[in-house]
């Protein structure tokens, strides 16, 4: 199976996939995702004002979630360590085969590992999640449709866990002439 619509509504467009971040699977169905929220979201993204894109994978439920945000002139606290303000639309792409993954692992190892064996189990999902995006973002032809559709010469895409404690990374892509 390849990238499957779900649904969309005025706030966002999902897609479920059960491919792994191994080899180039994942990253083709990240790009026909993209290529489809570009296509029915592109002008109310381009009229905000926004800074980034954050990218947020929450293991637990197989969510990469993708979103515009602003970022806010406010003090870091201990609950919130990048102050922003999260734009709607978004970009859902469930991945199946990560949740299947998580949920497998709860049932029959959670209890056989230390706190820091799991972080290092989740922390290493999580980085072959984003790799994945990182490799369908680097494609000229992709990273140039999104660039020109959201009228950018530039996009920064910031890697988040669901709690947001952590940033694991981000991927400029700048436009190609």
Same mark, same amino acid.
Not at 10 to 34: C, E, M, P, V
């Given at each position: 199976?390849?990238?499957?619509?779900?649904?969309?509504?005025?706030?966002?467009?999902?897609?479920?996939?059960?491919?792994?971040?191994?080899?180039? #699977?994942?990253?083709?169905?990240?790009?026909?995702?993209?290529?489809?929220?570009?296509?029915?979201?592109?002008?109310? +993204?381009?009229?905000?004002?926004?800074?980034?894109?954050?990218? /947020?994978?929450?293991?637990?439920? %197989?969510? &990469?979630?993708?979103?515009?945000?602003?970022?806010? #002139?406010?003090? &870091?606290?201990?609950?919130?360590?990048?102050?922003?303000?999260?734009?709607?639309?978004?970009?859902?792409? !469930?991945?199946?085969?990560?949740?299947?993954?998580?949920?497998?692992?709860?049932?029959?190892?959670?209890?056989?590992?230390?706190?820091? /064996?799991?972080?290092?189990?989740?922390?290493?999902?999580?980085?072959?999640?984003? #790799?994945?995006?990182?490799?369908?973002?680097?494609?000229?032809?992709?990273? =140039?449709? +999104?660039?020109?559709?959201? =009228? !950018?010469?530039?996009?920064?895409?910031?890697?988040?866990?669901?709690?947001?404690? &952590?940033?694991? %990374? /981000?991927?400029?892509?700048?436009? !190609?002439?």
């Amino acid at each position: 199976m390849t990238i499957q619509f779900i649904k969309k509504d005025r706030y966002h467009i999902d897609f479920s996939s059960n491919q792994q971040a191994k080899g180039n #699977n994942l990253s083709t169905d990240i790009k026909k995702a993209f290529h489809e929220y570009i296509s029915e979201f592109s002008l109310e +993204i381009k009229s905000q004002i926004w800074d980034h894109f954050a990218v /947020e994978f929450w293991f637990d439920s %197989g969510q &990469l979630i993708l979103f515009p945000e602003k970022k806010l #002139n406010e003090t &870091l606290t201990e609950y919130d360590h990048f102050p922003a303000d999260r734009l709607d639309p978004y970009l859902i792409i !469930r991945l199946t085969s990560y949740l299947k993954k998580y949920d497998t692992f709860i049932e029959y190892d959670y209890d056989k590992l230390s706190d820091s /064996e799991f972080e290092e189990w989740h922390l290493k999902n999580c980085q072959d999640v984003f #790799n994945a995006l990182s490799l369908s973002l680097i494609d000229s032809e992709v990273s =140039n449709s +999104i660039l020109m559709s959201f =009228n !950018r010469k530039k996009i920064v895409f910031i890697y988040f866990g669901a709690s947001r404690e &952590l940033k694991y %990374g /981000e991927k400029t892509i700048i436009l !190609r002439e």
